[in-house]
C-alpha cells in the first residue's frame, strides 16, 4: 500500500506530457497537493492547532461545496452545519470543470486564513498552472473559477461570524497561580493558547459543553497522587517504543530548542495536520473520486474543528495543571518530560479528544479493521507506524502523550470519551455508521 | 589589518587634528595577538556555548622595569606574553617565559600572589574538556623573565568552568585572597528554581579561595556564602566597598536567568548576598561590569552591561526583552528585577545608608548591543570618570527569523531529504556582528556622550578583554583590546594634548599585598572637587589593569588626598602638587581611625535636613498595624497590551485637614480596590487612630486615587471629596460631608455622575458665588485608550452639584493634575491642567457660564509631555504665580524633543473592536514604533500578512503599520518634553526651566513646597517612580526623594544627602506640621521627621 502512494508521488515529480498526466492523476491527488500547499503554510506560520483546524476547515467546506454539483450523490452541508445556508448554485446547463470549481473555491477561502500568503502564493502557482492546462474550453475554465469564487465569497461571509476576530481582542489569560492549577511551563513559558476559543461557532455541536466529561481528579487526592506517580515514572523508564510512538504523535507546531544564548524551533504538523495527511493518505488508497474525496476531508475537518472548541472549553474551565509542574512540585525539581509540553491547560488532552473523533468519523467512511502505515510524519523524520485500525491509531495518540509526559491518564482516557461521543454525533448526522466504546487505552 | 593599515597612513597628516586615541599598529608595536577561533565539527559553539566570548588581557610590569607589560589570553592558541620596550615597542616574549597553557583559555590576571613583590599571572581555562583541561594555572614569576605553573601546589588549580579570577584581600589580613568566577556550560531551562539556587556545583559554581599565608590557599566557599549553583553562568566581577563600611564587597553578574549577586562583606571572613537589598534592578542578561565614582560624590557606583542594541533594527531583529508574564513567570519563581539593558546604578546616601538609583537610560549608556567588557578610566583627564565598552558577537544567533523560519525550514530541508539536520553548518552561515566598540565622555551632569568617533575609535570589530595601562608613563591611560580573529588594538592615549592635569598613584603596601590592592584614594580639591578610587586589579571582562590609579583633575594645580589601606591604616596628604607619580607607602601611614570608608558616609559638616521615623514608630496605624496601601492585581496588559503602562495603580490619595475641628491636623489615606480608605485622628501626642467611617467601608469597591479636604456645604468644616481612578469599573466619585466632628457621610444625590476613570481634582469659585465648585479631570478611558476621557466642571448650587463643562473641556486630553490660581491676576480663578501627551495647558476663568471657553486658554509651546502633577506656587517671590511640575523624566528609552517627539497613534486597524495604539520614538533620528513584532501581533493579528518576517517589520514605521484609511481616522498625540521642572511666570510669560538631571531619574508624582532649609526661599521635595510600565521597560524605581534646594539665582540644586529615601512606589507627598508623609502604591506609608 506504501508502495503505491510512492509511486503516486514520485509520477507527480516526473513532468509528464499534459495528456498523460491528466489522464494519470485522478482529481483527487490533485486537491491532496492543495491540502499539502494549505498545510505548509500553516506550519510555516506557527498556528496553534486550534486555529489550524479553523484554518482547514472553511477551505475544505469550500471545495467540497464548489465540487459536488458534480456529483449528484453528494448532498451540499447547507443546512446541516451551524449558521450554513443557502450557497450560490452553479447556472443550470451550463459546463464546469469542478476539479477547476472546487480548487479555486479552496484557494481563496484558504488565501484569507492564511498569514504568509506569498508562501502559499508560491506554492499554489505550479498547481494553478497545471489546473490552466487542463483540456477545457476557456469559458468552461472561467466560469468554473467564477463558480469557485462564488462560493468561496459566501463561505468566507460564514465565516465571519464564527466569534473569531471578537475573541482577538479579549483580555490575555491569567493563570491563577493557585495549587493545582495550570502555570506556564518551560522551556519558553509562553502565554497560554487561545483561552476564548469556546466563543467560537462550533460546526455540529449544539453548544461547546454539548458532551460533559467528569471533572479531574482533585489536586490534593490520592486519585492525582496516583497519577502524577503514574506520568513521572513511565518518563522515568520510557522504553524505545514508547519513546517513539511519543515522538510519532508530538504534532509540535513550535517546539523551542536552546543551546545557550542560541535558541531555533523544530516544527511539525499541527495534530490537525496530521489528521489531514492521514485523510489524503487513505483517499490515495481507495482511489477516491474528486467529490467523495472532499466529502472526507471536510468530515474529519469537522470532527477537529469541534474537537478543538470541545477540548478548549474543558481545559479553560478546569485550568488544570500539567505533569511537569505538579511532578517538579511533588519532590522532583529535575524531572523533565520527553516531549515539550504545549502552552495550554491539561485536562483533557486535545490530542485524544480530536484523534478519537476524526478517527470515528475515517471508521464510519472507510469501515473498520482499516490496515496502514501512516507515512504522515516522514517528512519530519519520524519513520511510518502500522495500524489494524483508525480506532488504534487513535488510542495510541492517546496513549503516547502520557508518554510523553505532557498529561495525565484521566485527560487521556476521557479526552478519547469526548471524541467518540463527538465523533459518533458527527456520523449519525451525516448518515453513516457510528462506533462503540472505544478500545482500552493501555500501554 | 586593512584598516590598521589606512589609518596608519591618515596619522601623519593629520597630526594637528589627532584624536585623543590613536591605533599603534603591529608593525610599530610589534604586538601581533590575535584569538583566532577556528570552527570545527567538534570544537564550535554548540558543544560549548561560550565559544565566542573571547580571550582577556592583563597589564602589569611583570619585569618591575617601571613599564607595563601585557600578557593576553587566546581560546584556543597560546597565550602570549610582551614587554614593555618602551615608546609603544613591545617584544614578545612569550617562549621564554614559559607561560603556556593548552585548554579553552579565559580570563588572566596579575596578581602578587606569594607576596614577593613580583606580579605573577593566573590563566582561567573552560572549556567542554576534561577536568584537568580546565584547571586554572597560576605561574609565579621567577623574577628572570621565566614562570613557574605552581596552581595545584597552592591549591588554586580549581576545575571549574572559570571566566576570571580576583585576587583581593577579602578578611584584611594582609595576604591576596582568590575569588573564582565561574560559570554553567549546560543551559538548563524547565526547573524547580529554589531548588537550584540552593544547589552547589562544583564545576559551575564560583569559588572563594582563602590564603593561608603559607603558600596555600583553601576553598572556603560554601562557609563564606558564595553561591555556587549549577544555573550560575559569572561573566563578570567586581570589588569596591560598596556599603562604605571599609570593607571588600564583591558584586557578580550572572548571565541568562540566574540573578547577579552582590556579596556585602561581613568582616568576619564571610558575605552574605544583599542584592534586593541594595538596587531595585539589575540587567538580564549580566556580562562585564566596572566600578567608579562617575558624579564625584566620593562613593563608587557600578556598571552591568547587557545586550541591548542602540539602533532599531537590530532591536526589533534580535531576541528582545522578555514579554510581560514571561517576566512575572520568573518573578514568581524568586528571581530578581531583571532587564536587557546596561545598568549604571549610581551611589546615594541617606543618612547612613547607601543605596543605589539606577540611571543607566538618563546617563545614555544603556544600549551599547552585545557589550563584553567595561573600563571606566579618566582618558581626557578632565576630572570625570569616562568609559569604554567592547562589543561585538561571532554569530548574529539571536536572531528571530532564524528561530522561527530560516532553522526550522532548514531542518525540514534536511528531514525531507532524508538528513539528520547539521545545526553546525546553519550557525556557520550566520553572520558575524561586528560592532564598534563605545567609547563615552562623562559630560559631568549624571550623563555620557557618545565620542567613539571623535576619540577615534571606530573601528569594527568582535572585541572581548580589554585592559588599561600607560605603557608610555605620561600620566594617562592607553588601552589594549584583546579582539577575535583580528589583531588585537593598542590604543595610545594623547590626553597629554589637551592640557589637562593628573596625578597618577603608585602604592606600596605592607605585608604580602605589595601593590596595595584594595587601597581607597578620595582625591579633593579647593573647588569641591571629589573623586574616589578604589585599587583593584581585575576590572571590566576577564582582564586586569596596571596596578595604579590615575586621577584626571582638569586645570586643577594642587589637590588633598585621603588614602585608606585595606586594613583601615589611613593618610592624608594635602596640597599635592600635580602630573606627577606619586608613590605612597603604607608604613607612613597612620593607624585606623574609626572612619575608614574613605569619606563615603562622611557628613562633614553636613546634617540631613529629615529624620526617618522607623516603621515600628510610625504614628498611622489600626490594630497597632501601621498603614499600608494594598492594590489588588488587576493587570491593565492582559486587556491592551500595548499600554505604555498601567492604568490602575494610581493610589493612594493623600489628604490633611482637621477635621474634628480640634485644632489639630487629621490624615486621610485612600486604599487600593477592596480596601477601605482610612481617616487618621490627630491625638496631639503624636498619635493617631484610625476611625472606621461606614461610609467609607460601604465603598470599598472604588479606588481613590486623588482626595482633597474643602467646605463644600458651607458648614465651616472640611468635607471630603475622593476621585475614583482605576483601569476597570467604579468611576463614581463620592463627596462625603462632615459634621463637623469627623463623621463623614455619603449621599450619593450630591453629585452628578463621574464615568471615566479619574486623576484628577481641583476646587474653585466658578461664578463668585462664594461656594466651591469643582473640576474632576478624567485620566483614560478604560479598554480604549488613549481615547480622551471624560472631564467635568461641577458647579455648586446650594450644596447640590450640576454638570456645568464646556463643550471643549470633556474631552481635552488625559489629565493627571490640575491646579487653580489667579495667573492672570484678573480676580477670577484660572485653571491648569496638565496630563499625559497634554501640554502645560491654562484655562483663564470668567464670572459667566460657560466660566471656561476654548478662546480663552493658553497652550503653553512644546510643553506636550507624560506630566503627573503640578503645583501652582510663586517660587521666586516676584508677586506672579509660577508653575512646578513633575514628569516622565529621561530614565527610559524614550527622550522626546520638539524635533523628535513621543507620538501615539491609535485606530481599530483590524475592525475588531479594539483600540490599537501605536507608540513611536525616536532612535538615532527616525521614529520607530516601540512594538516589537509579537507585540504588534498580539494585538493586531491580521498584521501578520504585511510583516511575514522580523526583517520584512525591523524598519517599519507607524505608517507602514496603520494603513493611510485608518490612519485618517487616527488619533495623534505627541509629547514633546519630557524633563521635570518649573515655568518661571515672568510678568505673565512662562519661562520653561528643566530641573537638573537627577531631577529627571524618575517619574516626579508629587511635589512637596516648603522651605526646608531655612533660608527664606521654597525649595521642592520631589517623589515618584513608577513600578508599572510595561515589562520590557521595568521598573522606574531610580526615585528615592529628591531636595531641590533652591538657590539665591533661582537655580535649584540637588541636595546631596537630605535624609530620605522615597524609594517605593510612591504617589503622594505632604507635610503634617513636623512630618513628612510619603504615601506608596501597594506598600507602606513612610513618615520623616523634619529637623
Known sequence: ?????????????????????????????????????????????????????????????????????????????????????????????????????????????????????????????????????RPVEPDVYARSVAYGQRIAARILDWSKQDHYIETRSMPRFTPGGKPGTWQQTGPEYMEAVEPYWNYIRTMTLSRPDQFLIPEPASFTSQRFADERKEVSETGKHLTDEERACAAFWDCNPFAVTTVGHLVYSVKKISPGGHWIGVTGMVIGLEKQPLVPALYSYCLVSIALFDGFIAAWDEKYRTNYIRPVTAIQQAGLPLWQPMLQTPPFPEYPSAHSVISMAVAVVLTGLYGDHYHYTDVTEEPYGLPGRKFASFMQAASEAAISRLYGGIHFREAIENGSQLGLEIGNQIVRRFDLHPVGPHPPITP | MKIACCLLLLIPCCATCQTLFTLVPPERSGIRFQNTITESATQNVLAYEYFYNGGGVAVGDLNNDGLPDIVFTSNMGQPQVYFNKGNFVFEDVSRQSRIKADGWKTGVTMADVNGDGWLDVYICRSGNGDDDSRRNLLFINLKNGTFREAGARYGIDDKGNSTQAVFFDYDHDGDLDLFILNHSIKRLKNFDVAYMKAARDSVAGDKLYRNDGNGHFTDVSGQAGIIGNPICFGLGVAIADFNGDGWPDMYVTNDYDEDDYLYINQKNGTFRESLSAYLGHTSKYSMGCDVADVNNDGMSDLLTLDMLPEDNRRQKL???????????????????????????????????????????????????????????????????????????????????????????????????????????????????????????????????????????????????????????????????????????????????????????????????????????VIVSASDGFKQIQELEMTHGFQSSMEPCLIFGLGKRQTVDIDVTWPGGKRQVLTGQAVNRTLILNEKDAGPADGAPNGGALQT??????????????????????????????????????LLPHQYSRMGPALAIADV???????????????????????????????????????????????????????????????????????????????????????????????????GAVAVLDLDGDGDLDIFRGGQVTTGAYPTPPRSYL????????????????????????????????????????????????????QRKAPYFSADRELIIPHSSGWWNCLKVVDLDGDGYPDLVAGNEGLNCQMKPSPAGPVTLDAVDIDGNGSMDPIFSYFIQGKSCPVATRDELFDQVPSLKVKFPSYAAYADATVKDIIPPEAMSKAIHLEAEEFRSGWFRNVKGTFHWLPFAAGAQAFPVRDILIGDFNHDGLPDLLLVGNNYSARAEWGREDAGKGLLLLQGKEGEFLVAPDPGIRADKDARKVARLDDLILIANNNDAIQVYHID
Open chain 2, 604 to 641: 562633614a559638616g553636613y546634617h540631613p535636613l529629615f529624620t526617618e521615623v522607623a516603621a515600628d514608630a510610625i504614628p498611622f496605624r489600626s490594630d497597632g498595624i501601621p498603614f499600608r496601601h494594598v492594590e489588588d492585581d488587576y493587570n491593565d496588559f492582559k486587556r491592551e497590551p
Open chain 2, 318 to 520: 534580535l531576541k528582545g526583552p522578555d514579554g510581560y508574564d514571561h517576566f512575572q513567570m520568573l518573578l514568581n519563581n524568586g528571581y530578581y528585577y531583571q532587564y536587557m539593558r546596561n545598568m549604571l546604578h549610581v551611589a546615594t546616601k541617606a543618612g547612613d545608608k547607601i543605596g543605589f538609583s539606577e540611571v543607566g537610560q538618563l546617563a545614555g549608556i544603556s544600549n551599547t548591543d552585545w557589550s563584553w567588557s567595561a573600563l571606566f578610566g579618566d582618558f581626557d583627564l578632565d576630572g570625570w570618570q569616562d568609559l569604554f565598552i567592547t562589543n561585538g558577537y561571532m554569530r548574529d544567533y539571536t536572531n528571530m527569523d532564524f528561530l522561527k523560519y530560516t532553522a526550522p525550514d532548514e531542518i525540514a530541508k534536511s528531514l525531507r531529504q532524508g538528513q539528520k539536520p547539521n545545526l553546525f553548518e546553519m550557525v556557520k552561515k550566520m553572520p558575524a556582528s561586528e560592532l564598534k566598540s563605545y567609547l563615552f565622555r562623562n559630560t559631568g551632569k549624571l550623563g555620557f556622550e557618545n565620542v567613539t568617533q571623535e576619540w577615534g575609535m571606530g573601528l569594527p570589530a568582535l572585541s572581548n578583554g580589554a585592559a588599561y595601562g600607560d605603557f608610555d608613563n605620561d600620566g594617562d591611560w592607553d588601552l589594549v583590546v584583546n579582539n577575535i580573529n583580528q589583531p588585537a588594538f593598542v590604543w595610545q592615549n594623547h590626553a597629554e594634548d589637551r592640557k589637562n592635569n593628573y596625578l597618577k598613584i603608585r602604592f606600596h603596601g605592607d605585608r604580602k599585598n605589595g601593590f596595595g590592592v584594595g587601597a581607597r
Open chain 2, 794 to 845: 461641577f458647579r455648586n448650587d446650594h450644596g447640590t452639584f450640576k454638570d456645568a463643562t464646556p463643550e471643549f473641556m470633556r474631552h481635552i486630553g488625559m489629565v493627571n493634575t490640575a491646579a487653580v490660581a489667579d495667573i492672570d491676576k484678573d480676580g477670577v480663578n484660572d485653571l491648569v491642567l496638565a496630563g499625559e501627551f497634554m501640554p502645560v495647558t491654562i484655562l483663564f476663568g
Open chain 2, 660 to 758: 474634628d475641628g480640634d485644632g489639630k491636623k487629621d490624615v486621610f489615606i485612600s486604599g487600593g480596590k477592596g480596601q477601605p480608605p482610612s481617616l487618621y485622628i490627630n491625638d496631639g501626642k503624636g498619635h493617631f487612630a484610625r476611625r472606621k467611617v461606614p461610609a467609607f467601608e460601604e465603598y470599598r469597591e472604588f479606588e481613590g486615587v486623588q482626595a482633597l479636604f474643602a467646605d463644600f456645604d458651607h458648614n465651616g468644616t472640611p468635607d471630603l471629596y475622593l476621585v475614583s481612578g482605576g483601569n476597570a469599573t467604579n468611576f463614581q466619585d463620592q463627596l462625603y460631608l462632615n459634621d463637623g466632628k469627623g463623621n463623614f457621610t455619603y449621599n450619593p444625590d450630591v453629585l452628578p455622575l463621574t464615568e471615566s476613570s479619574g
Open chain 1, 1 to 133: 500500500m506504501r508502495y503505491r502512494f510512492i509511486i503516486l508521488t514520485s509520477l507527480l515529480g516526473l513532468g509528464l506530457c499534459r495528456e498523460v498526466r491528466s489522464q494519470a492523476i485522478p482529481d483527487a491527488q490533485i486537491f491532496r497537493r492543495c491540502a499539502r500547499a494549505l498545510t505548509d503554510v500553516i506550519v510555516h506560520d506557527i498556528t496553534p492547532p486550534p486555529v489550524a483546524s479553523r484554518d482547514y476547515v472553511y477551505p475544505m467546506i469550500a471545495a467540497y461545496e464548489a465540487a459536488r454539483p458534480g456529483d449528484s450523490a453528494h448532498d451540499s452541508f447547507a443546512g446541516k452545519l451551524n449558521g450554513l445556508t443557502d450557497l450560490p448554485k452553479p447556472e443550470a446547463g451550463q459546463k464546469y470543470d469542478w476539479l477547476v470549481a472546487g480548487t479555486t473555491a479552496f484557494y481563496n477561502t484558504a488565501y484569507a486564513f492564511v498569514f504568509t500568503k506569498s508562501l502559499f502564493r508560491q506554492y499554489w502557482d505550479p498547481i494553478d498552472s497545471e489546473l490552466r492546462e
